[in-house]
Structure formats: structure tokens, C-alpha cells
Nanobody
């Protein structure tokens, strides 16, 4: 069983940066895709970014491309989401997701493709 645990959320101002972390404890397949999703108040959960494990290939939602960077530390089995130039619309609960296998490109944005989910960390962007 894999248990992703997110950390790093908090209250920030527009234009600020923040880094989220996701540590996956427990037995892991070692080759599964990892991703970040988010859910804003009153909205459904949406894809933010994904990274292939261990190759490091990445994908981003258009809304965060150029501002967010997903990365990983294989030694620590941890995935990061560096969020820059934060906007009010980035306010959401951010979830880490882990797949048991390496996902094909057409599936990385599909939350149903992921097997394990963290409980989420709140990021609030407010002036």
C-alpha cells in the first residue's frame, strides 16, 4: 500500500512562490507516474502536472505552464511542485496522486488512472 503525503500549503499573496512536496511512503512500484491535481472551491478536481518515474518526463495543464514546475527526488521518493507567480485562481486544495504503472501520455490527465491519493494541502492565494 502506498500513502502519498502532501505538505507545503499555506496562505500566500499574488505573485508569490510556494513549493509543495509529496512523499510516498509504503511499498511503491518504482515506475509509476506521479501527478498533482487541484480542486478549487465549488469546482471539480483538475489536473495540474505529472511526472514520469523514473525518467522525469513532465506534462502540465495550460493554466500553469510556464509558472509551475514538477520535479522529483528519486532517493527520497518525493515529488515537488514549485509554484511561481501565483494567482488568485490558483487557490485550491492540491492533491498528490501516484499510479502503479507508467501512464501513457493520453492518460496522465485522467484522475481515474491513479491508484493512490494524498489527503491534500490547501493553498490560498489572497491579497
Amino acid at each position: 500500500q502506498v500513502q502519498p503525503v502532501e505538505s507545503g500549503g499555506g496562505l500566500v499573496q499574488p505573485g508569490d512562490s510556494r513549493r509543495l512536496s509529496c512523499a510516498a511512503s509504503g511499498r511503491t512500484a518504482g515506475t509509476g507516474t506521479r501527478a498533482w491535481f487541484r480542486q478549487a472551491p465549488g469546482k471539480g478536481r483538475e489536473f495540474v502536472a505529472s511526472i514520469r518515474w523514473p525518467s522525469g518526463g513532465t506534462n502540465y495543464a495550460e493554466s500553469v505552464k510556464g509558472r509551475f514546475i514538477i520535479s522529483r527526488d528519486s532517493t527520497l521518493n518525493t515529488v515537488y511542485l514549485q509554484m511561481n507567480t501565483l494567482k488568485l485562481d490558483d487557490t485550491a486544495v492540491y492533491y498528490c496522486a501516484v499510479a502503479n504503472s507508467r501512464l501513457i501520455l493520453s492518460r496522465v490527465r485522467d484522475e481515474g488512472a491513479y491508484d493512490y491519493w494524498g489527503r491534500g494541502t490547501q493553498v490560498t492565494v489572497s491579497s
